[in-house]
């Protein structure tokens, strides 16, 4: 059964993005469910809720009306917050998928340092389920879903940039969640 939150997530996300951004919306839907079989997995109650909405929402951002800057873990968070969502949900829409690193190179890292950085299992498993999951929603291995970034964006796109300089980190980041994945398997 869906958490409440989880449920408001996703009507707010469905509201914004099915209509104006159905491919995107695609992409939302298959991380957001990944990100709840995530949650069941890994987490106590709590952090699978928050890790359900903040999946829901990570792109908000992008939808008309709510875009501002340019920047859609800016916008979407300044959305949410505007519109008084869970702080938490907040921060990791704000920072998903090592936004703050993208920030420094769009001279916006002030106006995302007001959220505060969530690192952790959380952070970890919201990264992942969007780094492997594709623009229509199909399953990747994290690797080559940075190269489809790449290839999408082009090489002098400031998102191919950041791409490059982080891929360490964000790889670290989903293997962290394949061991997390392992230790919590039942052991035959």
Do not use: C
Not at 18 to 34: E, F, I, S
Not at 42 to 63: K, Q, S
Request: hydrophobic letters at 45%; proline letters at 5%.
């Amino acid at each position: 059964m869906q958490d409440l939150l989880a449920k408001q997530a996703e009507e707010i996300a469905s509201a914004h993005l099915a209509d104006a951004l159905p491919v995107r919306w695609k992409h939302v839907q298959a991380v957001a469910h990944k990100a709840e079989r995530l949650g069941a997995m890994l987490f106590d109650a709590e952090d699978a809720r928050i890790l359900a909405a903040a999946a829901w929402l990570h792109d908000i951002g992008y939808a008309p009306g709510i875009a501002d800057t340019g920047f859609h873990p800016l916008d979407g968070a300044r959305w949410l917050q505007r519109n008084g969502f869970d702080e938490r949900v907040v921060s990791l829409v704000a920072h998903h998928s090592y936004a703050r690193f993208e920030a420094e190179q769009r001279g916006m890292q002030d106006a995302l340092r007001s959220f505060p950085f969530e690192d952790g299992p959380v952070f970890d498993a919201l990264l992942y389920a969007d780094m492997s999951t594709g623009p229509q929603g199909q399953d990747f291995e994290v690797a080559e879903r940075l190269d489809e970034i790449v290839a999408r964006y082009g090489k002098d796109h400031v998102v191919t940039q950041f791409i490059e300089r982080r891929k360490p980190s964000i790889l670290a980041a989903a293997e962290r969640v394949k061991e997390r994945l392992k230790q919590a398997a039942p052991t035959p």
